[in-house]
């Protein structure tokens, strides 16, 4: 296999930067990094100035990206947001989907970004009819990753309710809903098992939310995932409706919900993780359950400020995603959670540059 070598003017290794880096690339894999080369080894391609490496967006919706420009004017809640995100979900086709995130993943790796988590819940034809490839949508996304030139984790999502009714069932999914919702999570198992995982894409599973997925179905998805090592994602307490909610119908908040049915742990990262009791960070940190923030989407949408220092302190390993893509810049993203974390508690500097290169890292 053919080997490409790169010779880096300067480099960050993950603490600081080095100067004079070589990079040795076979086929799509780095296979050696080489400090102290003070000229460009022979037939090397140069890279001047600074390099990073690639970033990972742990959290998109590529649909919601057609919503820029549309919802950023007036006021308004994230339910009401929600009515024109659904409006836009019911115009998409498996062509037109591809042709839109392709342009976002295009977007994506203009800003730095090789890696992306796709929270992907926008199964079925208008009305819930399968396409006659029942994967048809999730199979667009990974072909646009691939043209754009972007690695992809396509989270097939489970979304089988619209909000919570009892421990067993949920509330029917509403007539937008019914394009995101494969009826029960075993349906939603059968379904995604026919994905495969190729070269520039892996497979992986979420629970849209514990409104969506029943507490009775919550471990069929777990177990899914656990089949296959394969990550797991949730939006988790993005919303106090939603706590108020599981409170009502549980006794409990959503974070221990999860636990209760064997969704948290090392594979499992939290989206949002935004109203959050002591308990919940425990329990969070306690399993090794990532935390994913969005803040550019939480602050466009009013959520709220997450516990990012809590759930880092507790054990949570915290990533970042542009979620709704209001702003496709993950050094913002950073920024914000800074910035956030400033206003919230009256001090300054919660992380440095050097920070999410060595956090903890979690088993894949």
């Not at 919601?64 to 929600?82: D, E, I, Y």
């Not at 691939?146 to 309710?161: E, K, M, N, P, S």
């Not at 067993?168 to 999914?173: I, L, M, S, V, Y």
Request: charged residues 20%.
């Amino acid at each position: 296999m053919q080997v490409t070598t790169y010779w880096l003017e300067h480099a960050w290794l993950g603490t600081h930067v080095e100067p004079g880096v070589a990079v040795e690339v076979t086929g799509e894999r780095i296979t050696a990094v080489r400090k102290d080369v003070a000229a460009p080894p022979p037939g090397a391609t140069v890279l001047r100035g600074l390099t990073l490496p690639g970033l990972a967006n742990a959290h998109s919706h590529a649909f919601h990206r057609a919503l820029r420009g549309t919802v950023q004017v007036g006021s308004g809640t994230f339910w009401t947001w929600r009515e024109v995100m659904y409006g836009v979900a019911d115009r998409l086709t498996p062509e037109s989907y591809h042709a839109l995130a392709r342009a976002v993943y295009a977007e994506m790796a203009l800003a730095g970004i090789t890696t992306v988590g796709e929270f992907h819940y926008l199964h079925h034809q208008p009305g819930g009819t399968p396409y006659a490839d029942p994967n048809a949508m999730g199979e667009a996304l990974i072909q646009a990753a691939a043209d754009a030139g972007v690695r992809i984790t396509l989270l097939d999502t489970a979304y089988v309710a619209s909000g919570l009714l009892s421990a067993t069932r949920g509330k029917a999914p509403d007539r937008h809903q019914l394009r995101f919702s494969d009826g029960t999570a075993q349906a939603w198992a059968e379904r995604a098992s026919a994905l495969k995982d190729r070269p520039h894409a892996r497979i992986g599973a979420a629970i849209h939310s514990v409104r969506a997925v029943p507490a009775a179905q919550l471990g069929t998805v777990a177990r899914w995932a656990a089949e296959r090592q394969a990550p797991l994602h949730v939006h988790l307490s993005e919303q106090t409706a939603e706590n108020d909610a599981c409170q009502a119908v549980h006794g409990c908040t959503p974070t221990q919900l999860l636990a209760d049915h064997g969704v948290l742990g090392p594979r499992t990262t939290g989206v949002h993780n935004t109203h959050l009791t002591e308990e919940d960070i425990g329990l969070l940190g306690g399993t090794t359950t990532g935390t994913c923030m969005c803040p550019t989407t939480e602050r466009d949408l009013a959520d709220g400020i997450g516990p990012a220092v809590a759930l880092d302190r507790a054990g949570s390993p915290l990533s970042l995603g542009s979620d709704s893509h209001a702003v496709i810049d993950l050094f913002e993203e950073a920024r914000a959670m800074e910035l956030n974390e400033r206003l919230r508690s009256h001090t300054r500097g919660h992380w440095t540059a050097a920070a999410p290169c060595c956090a903890r890292r979690r088993p894949r």
